[in-house]
């Protein structure tokens, strides 16, 4: 997915199939890794890829101490939730003439679907009393007749777009099988064994194309198609034999190019900071089991393969807990919908775990969803498949209580991301939950203040799709109790000199020259006066110089268009104000304040 209501897949490797030797060789360079033979790593009985039976026990007796009760309340809701859905019966299978990528979708987002609760539903029931699980038959039908659903990929040969999705259940069918393991009959373990491996020996073939994750493959793409390959690997290990290779291949694709080459040098992705976000969940998922199953430690060998500055500069506000359908940029700046803290807050709870900082346990804690399964409003128009993930039960276990909630001394303020792919630049007033946060990307304006977003340019800067060119001369100037950031243009949309300066706790400056008139929408029920629009919590944007022509009430109407023209069955579309300014004397500038 990315932050313009749609997602773009890179059918790079629909030729996949190489000459045999080329593969052959390939595959006795892979097979000298470290861990080619597992005779002597630290492999153990199921479960194993994120706890073994006596850490299992453990977060089985931590279901009501402090924030873990309430992340366990979040997850048990939504496994009653899925428990009530009806496990698929019918493959989709894929049609050659898509032209505007509906059947691709429907796969797609069956895919996710039947992933986000075969996996929730699974992990529930492991966490769960035994002696009191009602989670277990539900989780053991989803996930058979998943298996018996998807095995249909085995013989639909891979390529890009296919291996997004289909990678993905298969992925959450091996950690069904790894932690309901010692519950399930023979026979399921065999129904769901037989699909891993008849599609792993498809991907694995595929995976043999040098590209395929690696020099000339879409970076996020690659993360999210090498890690579920290698989880496969890893729930079956010292089962099949074949499946060691398996695992070579997708510790390989990490090594040699992921863990390098898939962020920016300045942390985060080069295409869309939410895909910051996806790629983490993937390095973490892969890399966590990896090293608990093998022993083999790639956070240690790539010591800044977890960054997270992106983070502290872009997470803006929080979420409630029953919030059913999200917004653009309501808790992430420059986010999409499905893109808020409901979808950084697991990444953000193992940061905190893995480096220690309370500050990432502080902003994880502003999503009052921890433990939810994330629905979104993304659903195909024909079939309605909806798009989801499961993310509620990694929470719980990734969870480290010895970390505060707290906010680190010395914390940076101020932060840039200069490539020219990326061009962000962000300030903020604190870390306290509705304070003052600005992002500046490519010269596009998101100010989030108060709790919402009170400014929001209609640019189109955050579009993967059609990405602009960078602003000339970004720069932020940080001197503590302000901060400044200036750039020049875009050009393309009439802008030339733009000063953006935060004098904290709580005055904001924007300063814009422009020969044209800009439009901006905003979220939350402000009031106009004149030419200021106040919020409930006292957050004023004033039009210190401009003019208003026009205050449109639904100016705006956010849904969910794919852009090969496909329309989603968006449940929510957003209505939002807009507010049409022309310049005085060449510039533009606003004033926003907010109480301390």
Request: proline share 7%; glycine share 6%; net charge negative.
């Amino acid at each position: 997915m990315n932050q313009n209501n749609s997602s773009v897949f890179y059918p790079i490797a629909r030729s996949w199939r190489l000459a045999s030797a080329l593969s052959l060789l390939l595959l006795s360079g892979w097979c000298s890794w470290p861990y080619a033979s597992y005779a002597d790593s630290p492999i153990g009985e199921h479960p194993r890829l994120y706890f073994d039976q006596t850490e299992l026990e453990e977060l089985r007796s931590l279901r009501d101490q402090g924030s873990r009760a309430d992340i366990w309340k979040n997850i048990v809701t939504w496994a009653e939730w899925c428990q009530e859905q009806e496990p698929r019966k019918e493959w989709i299978p894929t049609l050659e003439d898509d032209p505007r990528y509906e059947n691709l979708y429907d796969r797609f987002y069956a895919a996710m679907h039947d992933m986000a609760i075969v996996e929730h539903l699974a992990l529930t029931s492991a966490l769960s009393d035994p002696a009191d699980d009602r989670f277990f038959e539900p989780a053991r039908q989803w996930a058979v007749a998943a298996s018996r659903v998807w095995r249909n990929e085995a013989d639909n040969s891979p390529d890009a777009s296919k291996a997004y999705a289909v990678l993905r259940i298969m992925k959450a069918l091996a950690v069904a099988y790894d932690v309901l393991y010692d519950r399930l009959s023979e026979d399921d373990r065999q129904e769901i064994r037989e699909t891993i491996l008849k599609v792993g020996r498809a991907y694995h073939e595929f995976f043999q194309l040098a590209s395929t994750a690696g020099e000339g493959y879409n970076k996020h793409h690659g993360s999210v198609d090498a890690a579920p390959f290698g989880i496969m690997a890893l729930a079956l290990l010292n089962e099949e034999p074949e499946v060691d290779a398996w695992l070579e291949v997708a510790i390989s694709k990490h090594v040699d190019y992921l863990l390098p080459n898939a962020l920016t040098p300045s942390g985060t992705s080069d295409q869309s900071s939410n895909f910051w976000a996806s790629t983490l969940q993937y390095r973490i998922f892969f890399l966590d089991s990896l090293r608990r199953v093998t022993g083999r430690d790639l956070f240690a060998e790539f010591p800044k393969s977890l960054p997270g500055d992106i983070a502290l500069a872009a997470v803006a506000g929080g979420q409630p807990s029953d919030l059913r359908f999200n917004e653009n940029n309501r808790s992430v700046l420059f986010g999409p919908s499905y893109g808020q803290i409901n979808y950084w807050s697991p990444v953000l709870i193992y940061l905190a775990r893995h480096h220690q900082r309370p500050v990432f346990q502080h902003l994880a804690s502003w999503d009052q969803s921890l433990g939810s399964l994330q629905r979104t409003r993304y659903v195909t128009p024909y079939r309605e498949e909806e798009l989801m993930f499961c993310f509620g039960p990694y929470v719980y276990i990734w969870y480290d209580p010895n970390v505060p909630t707290a906010v680190d001394n010395n914390i940076p303020l101020s932060f840039e991301f200069p490539e020219p792919e990326v061009n962000e630049a962000y300030i903020r007033s604190s870390y306290q939950l509705d304070g003052i946060v600005v992002g500046l990307k490519k010269g596009g304006l998101v100010v989030h203040a108060g709790g919402y977003p009170v400014l929001v340019d209609q640019l189109g800067v955050e579009d993967i799709n059609d990405p602009k060119a960078a602003a000339d001369q970004t720069t932020i100037d940080e001197e503590g109790s302000h901060a400044t950031i200036r750039c020049v243009g875009p050009e393309s949309a009439g802008l030339g000199q733009q000063t953006i300066e935060l004098q904290r706790p709580g005055r904001l400056s924007i300063d814009r020259e422009t020969n044209r008139p800009m439009t901006w929408w905003f979220s939350g029920p402000a009031e106009q006066e004149d030419n200021s629009w106040v919020w409930p919590s006292g957050t004023r944007l004033e039009l210190v110089s401009g003019t208003v022509t026009s205050t449109t009430p639904k100016g705006f109407v956010e849904t969910k268009i794919h852009y090969g023209g496909m329309k989603f069955a968006d449940l929510h579309p957003f209505v939002y104000p807009t507010v049409t300014v022309e310049p005085e004397n060449g510039r533009i500038a606003v004033l926003v304040t907010n109480p301390d």
